[in-house]
Structures are given as structure tokens and as C-alpha cells.
């Protein structure tokens, strides 16, 4: 089966820029999850869809994060202004279903300057 | 809300040597474990699960670990590494509301 899919593997911005990352589950699952991999750091989980519903997002900086997952399939993260802070891997990952093991994608690896 | 600790930061072996890595977490309901190895240069995999039953699972290229309820850690373990288990490991914790949790991560890095 086709891996999760995630787009672009790497960006550099500056500061206070926008950018946006694009992820493909593989096919069929239904959960979906964007977490945030800081250098030296565990997955720390930014939002969990269902579907095209949100089931958690409460690790998620709202003033300047945002996330969807309109048809229950692909989705975007968005970092709108970026911080140094915001330097990090974000990885996508899907399940079949909750409760399964989860499939990463590749990441993309942010740097802002 | 719950969270998991993974004891060591980096480890070194010679190969042939045995290994074990720590894990706790804590939350007091009901939870899925999962240890996930990334290697150089490739995305995160699963390395093994414990969802019920037998408390010693096994999972692929001859990892193991053991599910103690009672002290709330989930240990991985294999008896004899191999210079390509050079990687970072991270436990995972999910709660019965689907919030799935990881450690720090565990870098190891076996000399041959």
C-alpha cells in the first residue's frame, strides 16, 4: 500500500512569513494526526481528525496555527506568522481506525530564520 | 493528562550486548503501549504493540517488551543488539480517548 504522503520534505522562511504543509493519508484511514518533532524531542501532538472532525487539538497554538481536513481525506496545516520557536519536523500520520497503530509520513522539516 | 518518560537519553553498545530501554507513563486508565523506531534517515515505524492479553509482547527483528500494570512502565528489550538497531526509539502511550503520547525518544548507537 501507498505510505502516508507529505509535502514539501523541506522549508526555510523568516519569521513572522506563512507557510503551509499538505498531507495524504494512506487510503482508508480514517484518523489522521499532525504532530510536531522539535530537535531532541518526541512527536508532541498538535491535532487528531476523525474523519473531518476534530477530535483534539488541544496542544494546538490557535493565534497562530490552524489545520483542516475538509473531505475526510488530505490535509493542511498552516503556520500563520511563523517563530523561531516554530523550527521543528512536522509529521503527519493516519490509522485505519482509533485504537490502531499509527503510519508516519517522511515529515517536513521547517527552519525559520 | 498523561505522559510518558523515557530514562535514557542515549545509549551505547557493543554489539551482542543486550538492551533495555525504559518507559513510564502515567495515566490511570485503561492504555494502549507502542514502541516506534525511527532509523537514520526514514520515518517513524512501529516496532511493537500491547493492546491486551499476554503483558510480554513481541515485535519485528526480535524486540520484546513487557507491560507492568503495576509500576506503569513498558520496557523494550532485545538480548542481543546488532550494529543496524542503531536508532531512536519512543514510547507511546494511547488513552482510552484516542490521545496518543510520546517519550522523548531513546537515541542508541551500537559500535561494531
Known amino acids: 500500500e501507498a505510505g502516508v504522503a507529505q509535502s514539501p520534505r523541506y522549508k526555510i522562511i523568516e519569521k513572522r512569513q506563512s507557510v503551509a504543509f499538505w498531507c495524504n493519508p494512506i487510503?482508508?484511514?480514517?484518523?489522521l494526526y499532525w504532530y510536531q518533532q522539535i530537535l531532541g524531542q518526541g512527536p508532541k501532538l498538535l491535532i487528531q481528525?476523525?474523519?473531518?472532525?476534530?477530535?483534539?487539538d488541544s496542544q494546538l497554538p490557535k493565534d497562530r496555527f490552524s489545520a483542516e481536513r475538509l473531505k475526510g481525506v488530505d490535509s493542511t496545516l498552516k503556520i500563520q506568522p511563523a517563530k523561531l520557536e516554530d523550527s521543528a519536523v512536522y509529521l503527519c500520520?493516519?490509522?485505519?481506525?482509533?485504537?490502531?497503530?499509527?503510519?508516519f509520513g517522511n515529515g517536513t522539516r521547517l527552519t525559520v530564520t | 493528562a498523561q505522559s510518558v518518560s523515557q530514562h535514557n537519553h542515549h545509549v551505547i553498545l557493543s554489539e551482542a550486548a543486550s538492551l533495555e530501554l525504559g518507559c513510564n507513563y502515567s495515566?490511570?486508565?485503561?492504555?494502549?503501549l507502542f514502541w516506534y523506531v525511527q532509523y537514520p534517515g526514514q520515518h517513524l515505524q512501529l516496532l511493537l504493540k500491547?493492546?491486551?492479553?499476554?503483558?510480554l509482547v513481541k515485535g519485528i527483528k526480535g524486540f520484546e517488551a513487557e507491560f507492568i500494570k503495576s509500576k506503569f512502565s513498558f520496557n523494550l528489550r532485545k538480548p542481543s543488539v546488532q550494529w543496524s538497531d542503531t536508532a531512536e526509539y519512543f514510547c507511546?502511550?494511547?488513552?482510552?480517548?484516542?490521545?496518543?503520547?510520546f517519550g522523548a525518544g531513546t537515541r542508541l548507537t551500537v559500535k561494531p
Open positions: 487510503s482508508g484511514h480514517a484518523t
Open positions: 507511546a502511550v494511547e488513552s482510552n480517548n484516542n490521545d496518543m503520547r
Open positions: 500491547y493492546f491486551s492479553g499476554d503483558p
Open positions: 481528525f476523525q474523519n473531518n472532525g476534530v477530535v483534539d
Open positions: 495515566y490511570g486508565g485503561t492504555v494502549n
Open positions: 500520520a493516519s490509522s485505519f481506525f482509533p485504537f490502531s497503530p499509527l503510519h
